[in-house]
């Protein structure tokens, strides 16, 4: 794949028919995106078709258990219980028949008892019978006509029979035999009732057992049915969302592992399909501005090439300048300084002033590239930082110091300082010119300059304060920018370079330096140190 930049007329060319392309191929995905079934949608339909199964399954299952119910309710509630009062009654006619017959033949009244006891049976019995022979008219009629032959036997045999017997007070036997044929009349209708209820007993059984077995062929019907929709609807969704997903997920990890070529294939439902072509997209976009990245890149590349080539040269020209410049800075120096001590006071004041500004400029040039050689060589050194003890780098800065501390009466304070990794020279050359900064811009009072340190998290932080003239918060930042000076050269000496130089410094070893706005006694410079990995360790076992 090339990533070069086309030419303007070509390349405008080649960007519209692109534009064109992937335009056309936008429309056709969203119109295939519009034709196809969201995963909403397959759901709802899977779910739908599991419902109506449901649903079916619930009605069939609810009429099985609604006839099971009602032939139950038949046999339990209706048939039994006729079938028991009608044995019942029954058995109270022939205590009725029985009486009579013990009576007649004995002449006892004990005998009697059965016969009164019957009649009272049958009364109940009748009773009973009733309320549960409304929807069985056949029967209904079989009970009637066994009444009334039991009320014509009673009428027309077992009272007059009975007395007879009670008026004569001895046995007679004479009609005994018609009163049992009488009696044989009612057994007819009592053995049809009985056999009906019978009848309708055995068709209700199997009602009942037709009603169990349609429940039971219900519940394994459905649950099939379940299972088979269940399987289907896994299967759809297998097919139409999951595979798709896993295909899209596969492409998205061949995207993700850097090969932007790999082209998404949409599929699926129009969640997945939309994703996909979105990822597409994304896809696209990430090769333009990788193309666009690579293209800077080489120019980033060409930059840091001529970054180097420039660092060479500043290389060189530091070199010159050390050696080269600094041999015929000295002699002018020199001659300047021989021709003042010499003719002094030989010439008139206007040569003797011209000699002072020559002196005076060599003297400053030589100072500003000392200066600039020492800034310009922070952080170039290939020695590698070591620990060093803060209070041994503030010590020897005192020592380079010590005409100015003595001319001044300065006063210098300090706490216990710590050691940190840093360069003995770096870090001496950042407390003397503190120090000095402290010393130049004190005011009518001798300088006292206070030097603490302290333990901030992973840093040590630093803080020098003197009691000098200060520094307006407005030009906090601007006091660390190179040759930036507040004063005027004759007011106080100085190249410019002190607190760039600790800037410089300070941020080399990982740490950043401020002016402290809240302090108003004088100025106040915070820097940080990053703490030694010796002191960071035995702070954390302890």
């Known amino acids: 794949m090339t990533f070069g930049r086309p030419s303007s007329s070509a390349g405008g060319r080649a960007s519209a028919g692109a534009d064109g392309a992937t335009g056309r191929r936008i429309r056709t995905a969203a119109e295939d995106a519009a034709s196809r079934w969201p995963l909403g949608r397959i759901i709802a339909a899977g779910m739908l078709a599991l419902a109506v199964v449901l649903i079916a399954a619930i009605v069939v299952a609810a009429i099985a258990l609604s006839n099971l119910g009602s032939d139950r309710n038949r046999v339990v509630n209706t048939l039994d219980p006729a079938a028991f009062h009608g044995s019942q009654l029954y058995a109270a006619m022939l205590n009725q028949e029985t009486g009579v017959r013990g009576y007649l033949l004995s002449g006892k009244r004990a005998f009697l008892v059965p016969y009164s006891t019957g009649v009272a049976q049958q009364h109940a019995q009748v009773q009973a019978l009733r309320p549960l022979l409304v929807s069985l008219p056949a029967a209904r009629a079989d009970l009637a006509t066994a009444l009334r032959r039991i009320e014509y036997w009673r009428s027309a045999y077992a009272k007059p029979a009975i007395g007879t017997v ?31 209820l019978s009848m309708q007993h055995r068709q209700a059984v199997g009602h009942l057992q037709a009603s169990a077995d349609v429940l039971d062929v219900t519940g394994i019907v459905s649950a099939v049915a379940l299972i088979l929709v269940v399987v289907a609807l896994g299967l759809a969704l297998r097919a139409a969302a999951i595979r798709p997903l896993t295909r899209l997920a596969g492409d998205a990890r061949q995207v993700a592992s850097g090969n932007f070529d790999h082209d998404v294939d949409p599929s699926g439902p129009r969640e997945v ?44 020209f530091a070199y010159v300048a050390s050696h080269d410049l600094q041999e015929p800075l000295r002699k002018v120096a020199s001659f300047c300084q021989l021709l003042q001590r010499r003719y002094i006071g030989q010439l008139d004041a206007r040569a003797d002033q011209y000699i002072e500004f020559a002196v005076d400029g060599a003297k400053r040039m030589q100072a500003l590239i000392d200066d600039l050689l020492a800034f310009s060589r922070v952080g170039r050194a290939e020695r590698a930082p070591t620990l060093v003890s803060c209070a041994k780098a503030l010590s020897q800065a005192r020592v380079n110091l010590t005409n100015e501390i003595k001319k001044s009466g300065a006063v210098i304070e300090t706490t216990d300082l710590p050691t940190v990794n840093a360069e003995f020279s770096l870090l001496t050359s950042l407390f003397q010119n503190l120090i000095s900064n402290a010393i130049k811009f004190c005011g009518e009072q001798p300088p006292v300059i206070q030097i603490t340190a302290g333990r901030l998290d992973d840093d040590w932080l630093f803080s020098v304060a003197d009691n000098g003239i200060g520094i307006e918060p407005e030009f906090a930042d601007r006091i660390f920018v190179i040759f930036q000076r507040l004063h005027d050269r004759t007011q106080y000496a100085g190249t410019g370079i002190g607190l760039s130089m600790c800037r410089k410094i300070v941020e080399h070893y990982g740490g950043r330096i401020w002016l402290d706005t809240e302090y108003h006694e004088g100025a106040k410079f915070s820097f940080t140190l990053p703490v030694a990995p010796a002191d960071a360790e035995e702070t954390s076992h302890d």
């Open 273 to 316: 399909h939309t994703l996909a072509v979105d990822m597409n997209r994304m896809r696209e976009r990430i090769l333009r501005e990788l193309s666009a990245v690579r293209s800077a890149h080489s120019a980033l590349e060409a930059r840091a090439r001529d970054l180097e080539r420039s660092n060479a040269e500043l290389e060189q």
């Open 166 to 196: 009670s008026a004569a007070g001895k046995p007679v036997t004479g009609n005994i035999t018609r009163g049992k044929q009488d009696f044989d009349a009612i057994r007819g209708p009592l053995a049809s009732f009985q056999a009906y």
